[in-house]
């Protein structure tokens, strides 16, 4: 792997634990991230950008599914405040 792939590499790596840590994030706005970095981590990391785009969406996507998972088993909970904006908490 080049030098530029590996940065590319470890930028979307960072990406996609930083998505973990959104605790304003709704469930579906941490899978959209999840896939997102996943998908451009792939197609700048695979030599056939498409394939490693789908591939990493896909990877992203399951990543994200199992962040929200692990958030509702940590006993956080998704709130919604009066004006309509949404956070985890403890339940």
Do not use: F, H, W
């Amino acid at each position: 792997m080049t030098p530029p792939k590996r940065a590319a590499a470890a930028l979307a790596a960072s990406a996609l634990l930083l998505s973990a840590c959104m605790q304003t994030a709704t469930p579906e706005q941490t899978v959209l991230g999840t896939a997102a970095a996943g998908a451009a981590a792939g197609a700048l990391i695979g030599d056939n950008r498409l394939e490693g785009a789908a591939i990493g969406g896909v990877l992203g996507a399951v990543a994200g599914a199992a962040i929200n998972e692990q958030r509702q088993t940590a006993g956080q909970c998704l709130y919604r405040d009066a004006y309509g904006r949404e956070y985890y908490a403890a339940c």
